[in-house]
C-alpha cells in the first residue's frame, strides 16, 4: 500500500512539474479500431496511423516533431510469434504518403535494420500511414521430408491398386 502511494505521488508531482507526456486512447464507437492522443499540452499536433502486427493499431495524434521510432514505440513495437526452429522472422515497416496522384510508399525498411542504422528515424508528416508487416519465412526440414515421403508412397499405394483392379 505504501509502495503504490509512494509511486502515485511521484506521478502527480512529475505531471506538475510537466516531465510527463499524455496518452490517452478512445476506441471508436464502430468497433477494434482506437485512436491514441499522445502530445503534451500546447504542442502542435499531427494526425498518423499505424496498422499491422503491432500491439496497439489505431490513429495515433502525436506532436509534428514525432518521428517513426517514436510511433513504433507507442503503438508497442511488432508483434511476432514464438520462435519456431527452421523459421525466419521478417519485419517490413512502410510509411506511405498522400500525394496529388493519389498515396504511396515514400519509405520502405526492414524492422531489424531500421533498428540498428546510424540514420536518424524518418519524420512524420500529417496523414501518413505506417504498415508494420510480418512474415514467417519456414525453412525445410526432417518433417517436411516425411510428409513428402508420405504423400509420394500413398500416391504409389494408390496407383498400384489401381492398375490391379483395372486387369
Given at each position: 500500500?505504501?509502495v ?6 511521484m ?7 510537466g ?11 464502430s ?8 502530445a503534451?499540452?500546447?504542442?502542435l499536433t499531427?494526425l ?5 502486427t ?10 509534428q516533431?514525432t518521428d517513426?521510432?517514436q510511433?513504433?514505440?507507442l ?5 511476432l510469434?514464438?520462435?519456431?526452429s527452421?523459421?525466419e522472422?521478417r ?12 498515396r ?7 524492422y ?7 540514420e536518424p528515424?524518418?519524420r512524420l508528416?500529417?496523414?501518413d500511414?505506417?504498415t ?25 499405394l ?6 490391379v483392379?483395372?486387369?
Open positions: 500500500m505504501k503504490r502511494c509512494l509511486f502515485v505521488g506521478l502527480l508531482i512529475a505531471s506538475v512539474l516531465a510527463t507526456k499524455v496518452l490517452h486512447a478512445q476506441t471508436y464507437p468497433g477494434g479500431a482506437a485512436y491514441y492522443y499522445f503534451r499540452p500546447g504542442d499531427m498518423v496511423s499505424i496498422w499491422g503491432v500491439r496497439f493499431p489505431g490513429q495515433y495524434e502525436v506532436a516533431t517513426l521510432g510511433l513504433l514505440s503503438a508497442g513495437g511488432p508483434v510469434v514464438s520462435e519456431q527452421g523459421s522472422h519485419v517490413t515497416v512502410r510509411i506511405s504518403r498522400q500525394f496529388d496522384e493519389g504511396r510508399v515514400v519509405y520502405e525498411a526492414l531489424d535494420s531500421l533498428v540498428v542504422s546510424p528515424f524518418p508528416q500529417e496523414g500511414v505506417v508494420v508487416e510480418a512474415t514467417i519465412h519456414h525453412r525445410f526440414n526432417w518433417r517436411d521430408a516425411i510428409t513428402i515421403v508420405g504423400v509420394l508412397a500413398t500416391l504409389a494408390a496407383i498400384e491398386r489401381l492398375t483392379v483395372a486387369r
